[in-house]
């Protein structure tokens, strides 16, 4: 919870910040797993390089965006530098856990209209503009409560 409330305070996750350097990320990091639009045309912008959990959008050659994806119920990875002395842990995250997490460091949220709709609800941080999107699990997830909103991504782009 606190690498999350942190990422979502600051729009940082440790050293890593949207502006950085592809390379300063992956000596951070180590060698990241490229999505396969990025393989066929090196230079391609706006798709994802992935550390199990964690992706970083590339935009010419810099970090433009950065994402934590969760799936509740199941146990996420994320590397060493975003999760110290863990390789993975449990996954599902609670709406109420996090604005309270988010409550109890002083870190201003607001309600994200464009991503709330339906079964998904979404808050926007400020003033780090980090945007937490919550969802109901499906059927075979394995939560205690289905009809609850869990975290599903908590990302961070420049404009």
């Not at 393989?39 to 798709?47: A, L, S």
């Amino acid at each position: 919870m606190d690498v999350l409330v942190d990422f979502a305070r600051t729009g940082r996750i440790g050293p890593l910040h949207c502006g950085m350097p592809l390379t300063e990320a992956e000596d951070l990091l180590g060698p990241g797993r490229p999505h396969p639009a990025i393989r066929m045309i090196p230079d391609i912008d706006g798709y994802p390089y992935a550390w199990n959990g964690l992706e970083l959008v590339i935009t010419q050659r810099l970090v433009s965006g950065i994402w934590i994806s969760l799936s509740p119920g199941s146990t996420a990875k994320l590397p060493p530098l975003v999760l110290p002395d863990s390789e993975s842990y449990p996954s599902a995250v609670l709406r109420e856990d996090l604005v309270s997490g988010l409550d109890d460091a002083g870190c201003r949220h607001d309600v994200n209209d464009r991503l709330t709709f339906g079964e998904q609800s979404s808050i926007l941080t400020q003033p780090a503009n980090v945007c937490a999107v919550f969802g109901t699990p499906g059927r075979d997830a394995h939560v205690p409560h289905h009809d609850r909103f869990y975290l599903s991504v908590l990302h961070k782009h420049t404009a």
